[in-house]
């Protein structure tokens, strides 16, 4: 089956989680970037009110044209109990009918149910089908931590 990972990241932990998650799974790997300054403590501020309000915002490649994936994994940071404006911008320009979709969410460990079913709500309004969730805990967690997280939800997806 031929799947695609797109992430978006701030920090790393979430990209170091879909390069994991692509060598165990395989298949194309698509960073989401954010062309709004999300850095320093004003690009943090600025994160947190556009995440609670559910905005958009600029993302590149722009339109990614996921029409011959048949599996579509979607990574995102949580921020503010919700999902990121790059992950609102994606999931409002892409066309889910009749695609497998799994979700996989990274956090400090508060608000990710949220997060996921806010996720999963934009899925199915576009026609997609949940078929795997997973929530990762970053905070004080180092890189063997989501080494292995990746390796344990890998295993739970081998089988989508
Ligand atoms: C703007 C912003 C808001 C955040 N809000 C939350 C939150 O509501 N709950 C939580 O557990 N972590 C929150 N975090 C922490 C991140 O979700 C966590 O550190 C994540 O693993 C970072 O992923 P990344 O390195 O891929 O950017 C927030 C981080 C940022 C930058």
């Not at 915002?57 to 048949?70: H, L, N, Q, R």
């Not at 805990?137 to 739970?156: M, N, P, Q, S, V």
Request: charged share 25%.
């Amino acid at each position: 089956m031929k799947n695609v990972i797109l992430y978006y990241s701030r920090t790393g932990k979430t990209r170091f989680l879909a390069e994991k998650l692509q060598q165990e799974l395989g298949g194309d790997l698509v960073e989401i970037r954010d062309l709004k300054k999300r850095k320093g403590p004003f690009g943090f501020l600025r994160g947190v009110r556009d995440a609670h309000l559910g905005l958009n915002t600029e993302v590149a490649p722009s339109g990614f044209d996921i029409s011959k994936y048949e599996l579509i994994i979607l990574g995102t940071p949580v921020w503010a109990s919700s999902p990121t404006p790059a992950l609102n911008t994606f999931l409002q320009t892409c066309n889910l009918m009749n695609k497998k979709v799994i979700l996989f969410v990274t956090s400090r460990g508060a608000g990710y149910r949220q997060a996921i079913d806010i996720l999963k709500g934009k899925v199915e309004a576009k026609g997609g089908k949940v078929v795997g969730v997973g929530s990762v805990k970053t905070w004080l967690r180092g890189k063997k931590y989501l080494f292995r997280a990746g390796i344990e939800l890998a295993k739970l997806w081998k089988t989508v």
